[in-house]
């Protein structure tokens, strides 16, 4: 066939790094403020699909001018940099397969959705669901502990439903209520009910995280790089 599809590449090593670097900067760049001649040259360097006659003749040419602006320009862009390192590491985490990530505590509306995010959810999320009842004590403030503990699992799926959408009353009555259900693939690994008894009168995240961790529910938590946490700062 005359037409061939290029399919994606993955790069390695020194140049291929540079390659996707030149790439994400040109992705990230105001095309329309962009110069013709200078989008183009980083196009040119970018790519990875050069035809063989230009690769071999370009083995032996000298760098030009426009190309040597050009890589010290890049050197000298510590903003695009760091926003490519924080989406390196996102890639990075995606191709790992550890999963999605999540930020704050989900709502579930009804039993239907109670069961979809058990079932649908990705292999590797687990998934912790605090059923409650207002005016049950310690709902509320487990309700708070996990507001905490998804800022620091953002791995972790935590969810809260309210004992009447979730259509269940009959099997969570108000004395084993608040009840923290932990599922992963679909399988439930912890069924925890009335749990408060098991923290004193008074209880905060830290309390709720020993006691996951003591049944091996939560990854590892993840601990940002100074580095990391600039690059973040920076991009927000």
């Not at 061939?4 to 105001?30: Q, Y």
């Not at 063989?52 to 890589?71: D, F, H, P, T, W």
Request: glycine share 6%; hydrophobic share 35%; aromatic share 8%.
């Amino acid at each position: 066939m005359s037409d061939e599809i290029e399919e994606p590449v993955v790069h390695t090593g020194p140049k291929g790094v540079i390659n996707d670097w030149r790439r994400f900067k040109l992705e990230s760049m105001d095309q329309e403020a962009l110069p013709p001649q200078k989008r183009e040259l980083l196009r040119q360097m970018s790519s990875p699909h050069k035809p063989k006659e230009e690769a071999r003749g370009s083995l032996n040419r000298k760098m030009s001018v426009q190309e040597y602006e050009l890589i010290k320009e890049d050197m000298a862009d510590e903003q695009c940099l760091k926003r490519y390192r924080k989406h390196c590491m996102q890639d990075m985490h995606e191709r790992l397969s550890f999963g999605p990530r999540f930020e704050g505590v989900h709502d579930l509306a009804d039993g239907e959705a109670f069961l979809e995010v058990i079932e649908k959810e990705h292999r590797n999320t687990v998934v912790v669901v605090h059923i409650h009842k207002e005016g049950i004590k310690g709902c509320d403030a487990l309700n708070s502990c996990l507001d905490c503990l998804a800022g620091e699992y953002p791995t972790v799926k935590f969810c809260r439903i309210s004992v009447e959408a979730s259509g269940a009353g009959e099997r969570f009555s108000d004395e084993v209520l608040p009840a923290l259900l932990v599922y992963k693939a679909g399988e439930l690994l912890g069924n925890f009910l009335a749990i408060t008894q098991n923290f004193n009168e008074e209880f905060f995240a830290t309390d709720v995280e020993a006691f996951l961790n003591e049944y091996g529910l939560l990854p590892e938590k993840e601990v940002p790089t100074a580095e990391a946490e600039e690059a973040e700062a920076d991009v927000e």
